[in-house]
Structures are given as structure tokens and as C-alpha cells.
């Protein structure tokens, strides 16, 4: 019995954590994109940088899915159901470990990466993973337990959300002289991304502006050759 309940806590407990990686990944590097996994080591700003980000953060994401299935590894061939409380117990840690080691140690990254109060934000989630684990503690043996299959489901619907593509730049191609893309990046506020036979490619975010800039210098828009990993659109 005790190695039963052992192996449930061990179960909920990683499948907490991956949650609690999932939720950071999906909501603060996807929907916000406040960080990347590697923001504080490595600007972006640039194609290049900013495709790297990208694969960094599905790495992020591909170990979070190695211990999901662990805990449903351990989770099936268990019998009865998941353990709430430490469900939110290894959400909290996840948060915990997230602050202390890869915000503070390590420096990889800030919850506000362009905040001028980063520290506020980072203890914002540590203690919201302070507060999960707390609460967790104390649901330990009075919360209701998750019946196994709706926990899965629950789960896997929230793993999913890490597949979504990254928003970012939207690449743009004019044919114009070499000699006015700069004036054009700098109009449009588009880094370039590539110049060559009369062709500039520009990474925008407002392409409505990049619009109005490529119309006041008579450029006309050209299409993208697809690149994974960007989002392609032409004017």
C-alpha cells in the first residue's frame, strides 16, 4: 500500500512539472513572448536569432514531453487516481527550480526579459510556485483525487498547446535598388534578412507599416521562398 501510494506521488508529481513546463513554454515563450528559453545568453532580433530561439524552445518543450510520459508511465500501471496535491506540488516546484536555477544560477532567461524590474516579475512566479506547493502540501490527503483518465486527457490537451508554431516575424520580398534597403528597414522598422539580384527580404512585425514604407519608395513585393520555422505572408 505505502509503495502504491509512493508510486502515485511520484506519478502526479512529475506530471505537475511537465505541466508547470508547458504552461511556462506556451504561455510566456508562445502567446506573451516575454522570453526564450536562451533570451538572457543570446539577443535575438535577426532571422537567424530568432529561428534558433525557436528550436530552443522545442527542445524545452521535448523534455517536458519525456516527462510527461514518465508520469504516465508510472500513472497506468497504477490503480485508483492521481493525487491532486501533488499534481500541484510539482507545478510549484517547477516554478521553484525555474527561478532559482535557470533565472538566477544560470542566467538563460527573466519571466520580463525587456522588464526594467526583472527580479519583480521572477519573484511573481516564485512565489506562485511557493504558493502551488503550499497548497499541494495541504491537499496531500484531503483533496479529491483526479480520476486517472480525465487527468490524461487533461494533460495531453495541455501538452498539445507546445506543438502550436511560435508567432513571429512575417518575412516580406520587394524588388528594389540594394542601395535603399537600409532606408526601407529603417522606415518599415524591419531588420533585414536578406539582400541580393535586386531582391531585399525584410522580417517584419507591422507589416502594415512595411507596407507604406515599400509604396513611398515605389518597391514592389515579390514572394518568399517558404523557410521553416517563419511565418511567410507577402503585401
Do not use: N
Amino acid at each position: 500500500m505505502a509503495e502504491e501510494r509512493a508510486r502515485g506521488a511520484w506519478a502526479a508529481g512529475l506530471l505537475g512539472f511537465a505541466l508547470g513546463g508547458f504552461f511556462d513554454g506556451i504561455l510566456l515563450h508562445q502567446i506573451l513572448q516575454w522570453h526564450h528559453l536562451l533570451s538572457g545568453w543570446i539577443p535575438g532580433g535577426t532571422v537567424e536569432l530568432d529561428r534558433m530561439h525557436v528550436s530552443w524552445d522545442g527542445l524545452f518543450h521535448t523534455a517536458h514531453y519525456i516527462l510527461l510520459a514518465l508520469g504516465l508511465a508510472l500513472l497506468w500501471g497504477r490503480p485508483g487516481r492521481v493525487p491532486a496535491g501533488w499534481l500541484a506540488i510539482g507545478f510549484g516546484l517547477w516554478h521553484v527550480v525555474d527561478a532559482v536555477v535557470v533565472h538566477w544560477v544560470l542566467g538563460l532567461h527573466r519571466i520580463r526579459q525587456d522588464s526594467p524590474q526583472p527580479l519583480l516579475w521572477d519573484l511573481v512566479f516564485f512565489g506562485l510556485g511557493i504558493a502551488a506547493i503550499a497548497l499541494g502540501w495541504a491537499w496531500r490527503r484531503r483533496a479529491p483525487a483526479l480520476p486517472r483518465g480525465v487527468a490524461t486527457v487533461l494533460l495531453l490537451l495541455g501538452a498539445a498547446g507546445a506543438a502550436l508554431p511560435a508567432r513571429g516575424p512575417a518575412l516580406v520580398a520587394f524588388t528594389l535598388p540594394a542601395g535603399q534597403a537600409p532606408l526601407l528597414a529603417v522606415l518599415a522598422d524591419a531588420p533585414l534578412a536578406g539582400l541580393g539580384d535586386g531582391i531585399v527580404i525584410l522580417a517584419a512585425t507591422d507589416t502594415a507599416r512595411l507596407r507604406r514604407a515599400a509604396y513611398a519608395l515605389g518597391a514592389a513585393p515579390v514572394p518568399v521562398p517558404p523557410i521553416p520555422g517563419l511565418c511567410l505572408t507577402r503585401l
